[in-house]
C-alpha cells in the first residue's frame, strides 16, 4: 500500500497553509497519508491535519525543534523514513523546509527533487513537475525508490478538508545524544493588519516605480479600500523601502488572489514566479513596453502616483470599504 509521508510545519499553534496543501494533495495520490509534526504545539495539529487526510501522526514535543535550526528534527525524521519506507517525503519549499530536507536525505542518501510545482501518479511510481529557468519551463522527473523527498512550492495545491476520522498518533522521542546545533537566538512575527499576504483575495504591489518608500503608503490606501494585502517586488525590498515579509516572487512568497494589482513593477521574471497564479492581473505602469502587460488582463498605462490615488477616489465614491 502507497504510503506518502509529509513533514508539517507550524505557525504558531497551528500547521500552515502550505503543510496543509501538502496533506490535500497527498490523499489524492497514496492510499495512506502520513504526518510528521516536530513542534511543541504538535498535538493542537493534530485534528487540523486529519481532517485534510492525513491518516496517521508522529509527533514530537520536544523545546529543541523549536530552539534549534534543523538537525535535531533532521535526526528523528531520518530514522522515521528509514522505518517506514514511504513512496514519497513532502517538505514545503520553504527556509525551514529546504533546510530539513537537505539535512534529512544526506543522512539517507536520497534524491531530493526541487521547486515542484505538480506531482502525479505514474504506473508504481509518481512524477515531479519542476519549475526551472525563473519559471520559463516545466520538467518532468520520474520519481523511484527509495523514498525520493520532493520540495514543493507553495500554492501549487489546494487545500481541502475531507470527511474522516482523526488520525492514529505516534510518539517520537528524540535521543539524547541527538547533535543540536546552531540555536535560534530570537523569532520575530512581523506586525500585520488585514489578510496576510498569502491568503489574501487582492494584492497590491509596488516596485520602483513607487520612487520612493514613502509613496508604499498610497498602496496600503489602495488595499485597505479593496479589503486586501500590500506586496513588493524584490528591488525595493532590496533597497529596504519594505520589509523582506512583503516580497512576491522567486525569493519571497507566492500568492495566487483573484486580482492581482502591480503598480510600478516592470515584470522581471523573477517576480512573475511569484504571482502569475493570480486569476486577474492589473498593471499600472508608465512604460507601454514593460514586461508585466505580457501578462496582464488590464494594462493601465500611466503614473502610478496619479493612478492609484484616481483610483481610490473613485472607490471611495461608489462605497467601497
Not at 491518516?55 to 538537525?71: D, I, K, P, S
Not at 530570537?186 to 487582492?202: F, I, T
Not at 507601454?288 to 502587460?293: T, V
Amino acid at each position: 500500500m502507497a504510503l506518502i509521508l509529509v513533514v508539517a510545519e507550524m505557525a504558531g499553534e497551528e500547521p500552515t497553509p502550505l503543510t496543509l496543501e501538502l496533506v490535500s494533495q497527498a490523499t489524492e495520490l497514496a492510499e495512506e497519508v502520513a504526518v510528521a509534526v516536530l513542534d511543541p504545539a504538535a498535538d493542537a495539529s493534530v485534528p487540523i491535519l486529519g481532517r485534510h487526510g492525513a491518516t496517521r501522526a508522529f509527533v514530537g514535543r520536544e523545546q529543541a525543534y523549536r530552539n534549534h535550526l534543523g538537525q535535531p528534527a533532521a535526526a528523528v525524521l531520518a530514522e522515521l523514513v528509514a522505518r517506514l519506507q514511504p513512496s514519497l517525503v513532502l517538505f514545503g519549499g520553504t527556509q525551514d523546509g529546504r533546510d530539513l530536507c537537505a539535512r534529512a536525505s544526506a543522512r539517507l542518501g536520497l534524491t531530493v527533487v526541487a521547486n515542484v510545482v505538480g506531482l502525479a501518479r505514474d504506473g508504481d511510481g509518481y512524477t515531479a513537475q519542476s519549475s526551472i529557468f525563473g519559471a520559463t519551463v516545466n520538467v518532468a522527473t520520474r520519481l523511484l525508490p527509495p523514498s525520493p523527498c520532493v520540495l514543493v512550492r507553495p500554492k501549487s495545491f489546494v487545500a481541502q478538508e475531507r470527511a474522516g476520522g482523526p488520525p492514529s498518533v505516534e510518539e517520537l522521542e528524540l535521543p539524547s545524544d541527538a547533535p543540536l546545533g546552531a540555536r535560534r537566538l530570537e523569532s520575530v512575527v512581523a506586525p500585520s493588519s488585514g489578510p496576510q499576504l498569502e491568503e489574501a483575495r487582492v494584492v497590491v504591489s509596488g516596485g520602483r516605480g513607487m520612487q520612493e518608500a514613502a509613496n508604499f503608503e498610497v498602496l496600503e490606501h489602495l488595499a485597505r479600500q479593496l479589503g486586501g494585502a500590500v506586496g513588493a517586488s524584490r528591488a525595493v525590498v532590496d533597497a529596504g523601502w519594505v520589509p523582506y515579509s512583503l516580497q512576491v516572487g522567486q525569493t519571497g512568497k507566492t500568492v495566487k488572489p483573484d486580482v492581482y494589482i502591480a503598480c510600478g513593477i516592470s515584470g522581471a521574471m523573477q517576480h512573475l514566479v511569484g504571482m502569475k497564479g493570480s486569476n486577474h492581473i492589473v498593471a499600472i505602469n508608465k512604460d507601454r513596453d514593460a514586461p508585466i502587460f505580457k501578462l496582464s488582463d488590464l494594462g493601465v498605462v500611466g503614473d502610478v502616483l496619479k493612478v492609484v490615488p484616481a483610483l481610490i477616489d473613485e472607490l471611495r465614491s461608489r462605497g467601497s470599504r
